[in-house]
């Protein structure tokens, strides 16, 4: 079970910090993604982390304001993004596939969370 948070309503410039808890299983061989999706668009890969060997990988508009990370003792993923933009304002899910390469296509992780809600104004 996949479950995230921290999401909320900020300015631009700001920063935010997600968190997505996982529970039920070890994710020592598994990848934890981060998506969007904004009303009208297609889901977005954001980040996404191999936890054996912490490995990273990052969407091409969100490298340098984004950042993946986890905590080990609380199976724990968190996405912190900084420098906010209206643009960035969507639905944030995490998502996890087994295997230790990092796909950023949706449809290779098999379990997804409910996701949280960020909202941008300019």
């Known amino acids: 079970q996949l479950q995230a948070c921290g999401g909320g309503l900020v300015q631009t410039g700001d920063s935010l910090r997600l968190s997505c808890a996982v529970s039920?299983?070890?994710?020592?061989?598994?990848?934890i993604g981060w998506f969007r999706q904004a009303p009208g668009s297609e889901r977005e890969f954001v980040a996404a982390l191999g936890w054996k060997h912490v490995s990273k990988l990052y969407g091409d508009s969100m490298r340098g304001r984004f950042t993946i990370s986890r905590d080990d003792a609380k199976n724990t993923v968190y996405l912190q993004m900084n420098n906010l933009k209206p643009e960035d304002t969507a639905r944030y899910y995490c998502?996890?596939?087994?295997?230790?390469?990092?796909?950023?296509?949706?449809?290779?992780?098999?379990?997804w969370g409910q996701g949280t809600q960020v909202t941008v104004s300019s």
């Open positions: 039920g299983r070890s994710l020592t061989d598994y990848a």
């Open positions: 998502a996890a596939r087994e295997g230790l390469v990092l796909q950023g296509v949706p449809e290779k992780y098999p379990w």
